[in-house]
């Protein structure tokens, strides 16, 4: 064996100890390793840090007030609602014991005028002027014959006066009309030295008659049909077209009284009732929109059941049965026409009268099939057709009555 093969067995034997060694020495640093870690354990990701909740809104902290403090809440519930109840209560009974009266001059005579159209000896028309005339207006009511005439100076009132206008005959009633416009316009004394005043057009009320004897609409004739709509939508038409530039100049407020009931829930063989309504309805509504242009307000009335003492005298009388449910005090319309005319800007539509509102929406909503079901629609009508003469005609109520037909046909049913 030479030099150099012994050599290199050296070097090798002592490369395979070194790396002997090196391995002894990881696998023992392993096993020390494996000690401190257990191989078995899952790396797990630290968790980030927790987040910072809002502070609680005020609906929060009083919802978390209120469930903690249960009792204390239902009684400050039932304190409101108790209380509420009371100050309306008290606010509705104060409006109504308010004095409403007309404004007057520095010399105490009256300044404002309001002009009544449509059925001078109707119930409601009658006692709607009477009591304007007692809270300080001075009342002229339309009168288109010498029969209207004579009853409004019956009622021996000395600011209520007739005012003539001839509807058939336009150009005359523009110079009849051109009278009043002329005492609107000149100074007006007291009494001698007085301050000079001058009258005011506070508003135009129109209260046409829509009443009409119950018929089918086969049995109405032509004849009928123009009648009516002459009688009850073209003069009220007619007479607001008259009245308008006066309206206009003095920016009056201008009413429509009409009964809403039976036109709401359109009830068989009151065809002429409701198409009157509807035509009155549709002229209203489109004269609001021209007239807001100018400032002017147009207020609907719609009548419900309205308790007419004069009506319910008579039906006492003739020993007609009254219905179970008393109908509106007639001061709640006063009041409300009152209110109409002297508020600033008073409401388009305005329900007065029992069941107003009610029919209204249930006319609105429920359908015809139901609304007849209700009114014993199932049961064929009898109808008796009645001529109504002289001053039955003009006295009868175009409110009560309609009501009164009504809760006689729920009795029925």
């Not at 709607?128 to 029969?147: K, P, Q, W």
């Not at 429920?366 to 009645?386: N, S």
Request: hydrophobic fraction near 40%; aromatic fraction near 8%; avoid cysteine.
């Amino acid at each position: 064996m030479t030099d150099t093969q012994q050599l290199f067995d050296f070097a090798r034997k002592q490369f395979t100890e070194i790396a002997d060694d090196v391995e002894r020495h990881f696998e023992q640093v392993a096993g020390q390793l494996r000690q401190w870690m257990p191989a078995e354990t899952p790396f797990v990701r630290p968790l980030p840090p927790p987040k910072r909740l809002p502070p609680p809104s005020t609906l929060q902290v009083a919802q978390r007030w209120m469930s903690r403090h249960r009792g204390l809440t239902a009684a400050a519930v039932a304190f409101l609602v108790s209380g509420s109840v009371g100050t309306l209560i008290y606010i509705r009974s104060k409006d109504s014991r308010r004095k409403r009266r007309a404004k007057r001059s520095a010399s105490g005579a009256r300044t404002d005028v309001v002009v009544v159209a449509g059925a001078v000896a109707n119930p409601i028309a009658s006692a709607l002027y009477l009591d304007l005339e007692r809270r300080g207006f001075v009342v002229y009511v339309v009168a288109s014959t010498h029969e209207d005439e004579q009853y409004i100076r019956s009622q021996s009132r000395i600011d209520l006066l007739p005012l003539h206008l001839d509807l058939v005959d336009p150009y005359t009633a523009q110079d009849q009309l051109a009278r009043f416009r002329d005492l609107l316009e000149r100074d007006h004394y007291a009494f001698d030295g007085a301050e000079p005043h001058r009258l005011n057009l506070a508003g135009l009320i129109l209260v046409p008659d829509t009443q009409s004897s119950p018929a089918r609409v086969e049995e109405l004739s032509s004849e009928e049909w123009s009648d009516a709509l002459n009688a009850k939508v073209l003069n009220t038409i007619a007479t607001t077209q008259l009245f308008l530039p006066s309206v206009i100049e003095q920016k009056a407020k201008v009413l429509l009284l009409t009964p809403s009931v039976t036109p709401a829930l359109s009830l068989p063989m009151h065809a002429v009732e409701s198409t009157v309504y509807g035509a009155l309805a549709g002229f209203a509504s489109s004269l609001s929109s021209e007239l807001r242009q100018e400032g002017i307000s147009v207020s609907h009335f719609k009548l419900g059941n309205i308790d007419v003492p004069s009506i319910t005298a008579k039906q006492k009388r003739e020993g007609i049965p009254q219905p179970r449910l008393k109908g509106t005090p007639l001061r709640a319309l006063h009041d409300s026409v009152f209110d109409a005319l002297v508020s600033r800007r008073p409401s388009r539509t305005w329900h007065v009268g029992r069941g107003s509102l009610a029919y209204s929406i249930i006319g609105s909503w429920l359908p015809p099939t139901a609304i007849g079901w209700m009114m014993g629609g199932a049961r064929k009508p009898t109808v008796v057709r009645e001529e109504y003469k002289g001053e039955d005609t003009m006295q009868s109520s175009q409110g009560s009555l309609t009501w009164e037909k009504i809760e006689l046909r729920e009795q029925d049913v």
